[in-house]
């Protein structure tokens, strides 16, 4: 058996099998049915995204929408490539991926360039304003590669692979193509994420198949798209994992399991206007994750609709596929819980929108600074009917904004209110520190022993409360800091009134660095963690 990070422990078969594929019976969470004992808070800030640290509380919790930011599109076609011919312009990711490389300091954007023309990049200095990079493979264009004669590019995904040993491979990269002989799935590597190695084949799977890493317990992920064998139209999730993303990319069918798909609460958290039906349900197109702070966040792509379903029915009318972003996160890596199932990023379905629909997450998922997750993330138009329009064309590349660690947030109305955690440990911490918008009221927390009793010096009237609206704010105690506490279970009991907070963590020093993953990255870290 395998302990995680957070005092999990995974049965001795892993990964799970036997999820059912063929009904809409909701998928457990065992972790959260069963948490640890014992806690374990070392790595990255803890997310109030469950229940999974609450023992008790007292207070509503509110989930939170990333909002697209005013600038966007930041990348719209505009080149011969991704004009398309006029068919399908295309700018935006389809997956791909975008990533901050600290080596060269700036923000990549990795995108599908013209409706299966081919994969491109683009480069900024600030993660907003991008520029395209003009590339030695084909001369005139900011291509990565130049596909086979006759080659189509589908799906792809680009990683920065910043904990490898091998230079050669920091970037790898997945593509599913479309060939005169059959479709093809291969995997590369590159030092630079510009030229890149001999590909080699995967094992079979279907389009909009992709990647991802998990570092918490360092495997590599394949996401790949399953035809379900059930009476309904629809869409699930297989899953598979492995040690070398190279050599384990040769997968056999038998080593995948199902993993994931729409279940009840889909169907029933139907929108207004939204056409739903038992014989043809919400599905489950795509699943992206990356790894943020202390847990594996994912974006679950969901397609709406009776007739938005369909490819055909599209197809005739040129109008994108309804698909929203939803927000799910794990802490085993597999088991992905989404408690709010109103869409995260949602498309607007209205003609002449840049975001009309067909929304798709990239690789990566979000860049982060200290106060902001950015979301890059492809919105088709499809564009105009005096254009043409077109399933697949007008793509552009947005931002939607979200608040550091704002997913999810314990909210505290105008009465006292208090949150208790399960019972937590930390080996190196010595500070407390919160995420709260408590610009209107206050939090304080303190500490208590197994049983509940306040150790002196850390009792509420210890503690100078936070009255400020921040993403990273002290905690601090009369009785000194934290790190008398290591190693050692202890429960922290929150008290706030006209607060919402979203995380705390304890850190190894007052600059208040997490040690969690920062997804995509950003230009204050040097690297994958907030180290």
Same mark, same amino acid.
């Given at each position: 058996?395998?302990?995680?990070?957070?005092?999990?422990?995974?049965?001795?078969?892993?990964?799970?099998?036997?999820?059912?594929?063929?009904?809409?019976?909701?998928?457990?969470?065992?972790?959260?049915?069963?948490?640890?004992?014992?806690?374990?808070?070392?790595?990255?800030?803890?997310?109030?995204?469950?229940?999974?640290?609450?023992?008790?509380?007292?207070?509503?919790?509110?989930?939170?929408?990333?909002?697209?930011?005013?600038?966007?599109?930041?990348?719209?076609?505009?080149?011969?490539?991704?004009?398309?011919?006029?068919?399908?312009?295309?700018?935006?990711?389809?997956?791909?991926?975008?990533?901050?490389?600290?080596?060269?300091?700036?923000?990549?954007?990795?995108?599908?360039?013209?409706?299966?023309?081919?994969?491109?990049?683009?480069?900024?200095?600030?993660?907003?304003?991008?520029?395209?990079?003009?590339?030695?493979?084909?001369?005139?264009?900011?291509?990565?590669?130049?596909?086979?004669?006759?080659?189509?590019?589908?799906?792809?995904?680009?990683?920065?692979?910043?904990?490898?040993?091998?230079?050669?491979?920091?970037?790898?990269?997945?593509?599913?193509?479309?060939?005169?002989?059959?479709?093809?799935?291969?995997?590369?590597?590159?030092?630079?994420?510009?030229?890149?190695?001999?590909?080699?084949?995967?094992?079979?799977?279907?389009?909009?198949?992709?990647?991802?890493?998990?570092?918490?317990?360092?495997?590599?992920?394949?996401?790949?798209?399953?035809?379900?064998?059930?009476?309904?139209?629809?869409?699930?999730?297989?899953?598979?994992?492995?040690?070398?993303?190279?050599?384990?990319?040769?997968?056999?069918?038998?080593?995948?399991?199902?993993?994931?798909?729409?279940?009840?609460?889909?169907? !029933?958290?139907?929108?207004?206007? &939204?056409?739903?039906? #038992?014989?043809?349900?919400?599905?489950?197109?795509? /699943? $992206? =994750?990356? +790894?943020?702070?202390?847990?594996?966040?994912?974006?679950?792509?969901?397609?709406?609709?009776?007739?938005?379903?369909?490819?055909?029915?599209?197809?005739?009318?040129?109008?994108?596929?309804?698909?929203?972003?939803?927000?799910?996160?794990?802490?085993?890596?597999?088991?992905?819980?989404?408690?709010?199932?109103?869409?995260?990023?949602?498309?607007?379905?209205?003609?002449?929108?840049?975001?009309?629909?067909?929304?798709?997450?990239?690789?990566?998922?979000?860049?982060?600074?200290?106060?902001?997750?950015?979301?890059?993330?492809?919105?088709?138009?499809?564009?105009?009917?005096?254009?043409?329009?077109?399933?697949?064309?007008?793509?552009?590349?947005?931002?939607?904004?979200?608040?550091?660690?704002?997913?999810?947030?314990?909210?505290?109305?105008? !009465?006292?209110?208090?949150?208790? &955690?399960?019972?937590? #440990?930390?080996?190196?911490?010595?500070?407390?520190? /919160? $995420? =709260?918008? +408590?610009?209107?009221?206050?939090?304080?927390?303190?500490?208590?022993?197994?049983?509940?009793?306040?150790?002196?010096?850390?009792?509420?009237?210890?503690?100078?409360?936070?009255?400020?609206?921040?993403?990273?704010?002290?905690?601090?105690?009369?009785?000194?800091?934290?790190?008398?506490?290591?190693?050692?279970?202890?429960?922290?009991?929150?008290?706030?009134?006209?607060?919402?907070?979203?995380?705390?963590?304890?850190?190894?020093?007052?600059?208040?660095?997490?040690?969690?993953?920062?997804?995509?990255?950003?230009?204050?870290?040097?690297?994958?963690?907030?180290?």
């Amino acid at each position: 058996m395998e302990k995680l990070y957070n005092g999990i422990v995974l049965p001795k078969s892993w990964p799970p099998k036997g999820i059912d594929e063929g009904t809409l019976d909701g998928i457990r969470v065992p972790y959260l049915d069963a948490p640890p004992d014992v806690i374990d808070i070392d790595l990255g800030r803890q997310l109030f995204v469950d229940d999974f640290l609450l023992e008790e509380c007292w207070l509503e919790r509110r989930y939170h929408q990333a909002r697209f930011s005013p600038d966007s599109p930041v990348l719209s076609p505009q080149t011969p490539l991704e004009m398309n011919r006029g068919v399908a312009p295309v700018a935006a990711p389809f997956t791909d991926g975008c990533w901050y490389d600290p080596q060269d300091g700036v923000y990549r954007l990795y995108y599908h360039a013209g409706w299966f023309d081919g994969t491109a990049l683009a480069v900024s200095a600030d993660g907003r304003h991008f520029v395209r990079k003009n590339l030695d493979n084909q001369v005139g264009t900011n291509r990565i590669f130049v596909p086979k004669p006759g080659w189509q590019r589908d799906g792809s995904c680009v990683w920065l692979d910043q904990q490898t040993d091998d230079p050669r491979q920091r970037y790898k990269m997945f593509h599913y193509f479309r060939t005169p002989q059959g479709d093809v799935a291969q995997v590369e590597v590159s030092a630079d994420g510009m030229h890149w190695g001999e590909p080699r084949t995967t094992g079979v799977c279907g389009d909009n198949t992709s990647f991802f890493y998990n570092p918490f317990r360092k495997k590599w992920v394949f996401s790949i798209r399953t035809g379900l064998p059930t009476k309904w139209y629809s869409r699930g999730r297989s899953y598979y994992e492995c040690d070398d993303f190279m050599e384990g990319a040769a997968f056999t069918q038998e080593q995948l399991v199902f993993w994931q798909r729409c279940d009840e609460a889909d169907l !029933t958290a139907c929108e207004p206007g &939204t056409i739903y039906s #038992r014989h043809l349900p919400p599905q489950l197109y795509h /699943v $992206n =994750a990356v +790894a943020y702070e202390s847990v594996m966040l994912g974006l679950f792509a969901i397609v709406k609709g009776l007739d938005q379903a369909h490819n055909a029915v599209c197809e005739n009318s040129g109008v994108p596929k309804h698909i929203d972003l939803h927000a799910a996160f794990s802490r085993d890596g597999f088991h992905f819980s989404r408690d709010f199932r109103a869409p995260f990023i949602r498309c607007t379905d209205a003609e002449g929108d840049w975001n009309r629909g067909y929304l798709h997450a990239c690789g990566g998922l979000c860049l982060v600074s200290q106060d902001e997750l950015a979301f890059p993330v492809a919105g088709f138009s499809g564009a105009s009917p005096a254009e043409g329009a077109h399933l697949y064309g007008g793509a552009s590349t947005g931002m939607a904004l979200l608040r550091r660690d704002g997913f999810a947030s314990l909210h505290a109305n105008g !009465t006292l209110q208090y949150a208790l &955690t399960r019972k937590l #440990r930390f080996a190196h911490g010595k500070y407390l520190f /919160v $995420n =709260a918008d +408590a610009l209107r009221g206050f939090v304080r927390a303190q500490i208590e022993d197994e049983d509940g009793r306040p150790f002196e010096g850390f009792a509420f009237e210890d503690c100078v409360p936070v009255v400020a609206d921040s993403t990273k704010a002290p905690l601090r105690f009369r009785g000194g800091d934290l790190g008398r506490f290591c190693g050692r279970p202890i429960r922290i009991r929150f008290e706030m009134i006209s607060v919402d907070l979203y995380a705390f963590w304890v850190s190894g020093d007052m600059s208040g660095k997490s040690g969690g993953y920062v997804a995509a990255g950003g230009r204050e870290y040097p690297g994958d963690r907030d180290v």
